[in-house]
Nanobody
Framework: QVQLVESGGGLVQAGDSLKLSCAAT????????MGWFRQAPGKDREFVAA???????TIYADSVRGRFTVSRDDASTVFLRMNSLKPEDTAVYYC???????????????????WGQGTQVTVSD
C-alpha cells in the first residue's frame, strides 16, 4: 500500500509560481509511474502531468504544457513546478501512483492505483 502526501499549495496571484510536492511512504517508489491531477469545484478530476518510473518520460495536459514541469527525485518525492499561474488553474491538486508496467503513461484516473489527499491551489486575478 502506497501512501501519498501532497504539500505546497496555497493562495497566489496570477502570474506567480508554486511548487507542489508529493511524498510517498513506499520503499519501491521507483516502481510506480506518478501523475498529477486536479479537480475544480463542480468539475471532474482532470489530468495535469505524469512522469514515468525513472522520470525519463513525461506527459502534460495541453492546458499546462510549457508552464508546468513534473519531476521526481531519487528518493520518494515527485514535484510539480507551476509557473505563470492563471485563475483557471485554481483547483485541488492530487498526486497519484500507477502500478501499471510496460504501458505508456496514462492520463486516465482509472489507471492510477493510489491517491493522496490533495492540496488546494487558489490563483487570484
Amino acid at each position: 500500500q502506497v501512501q501519498l502526501v501532497e504539500s505546497g499549495g496555497g493562495l497566489v496571484q496570477a502570474g506567480d509560481s508554486l511548487k507542489l510536492s508529493c511524498a510517498a511512504t513506499e520503499r519501491t517508489f521507483s516502481s510506480y509511474a506518478m501523475g498529477w491531477f486536479r479537480q475544480a469545484p463542480g468539475k471532474d478530476r482532470e489530468f495535469v502531468a505524469a512522469s514515468s518510473r525513472k522520470g525519463l518520460s513525461t506527459i502534460y495536459a495541453d492546458s499546462v504544457r510549457g508552464r508546468f514541469t513534473v519531476s521526481r527525485d531519487d528518493a520518494s518525492t515527485v514535484f510539480l513546478r507551476m509557473n505563470s499561474l492563471k485563475p483557471e488553474d485554481t483547483a485541488v491538486y492530487y498526486c497519484a501512483a500507477s502500478a501499471r508496467l510496460g504501458m505508456p503513461l496514462s492520463q486516465s484516473v482509472y489507471d492510477y492505483d493510489y491517491w493522496g489527499q490533495g492540496t488546494q491551489v487558489t490563483v487570484s486575478d
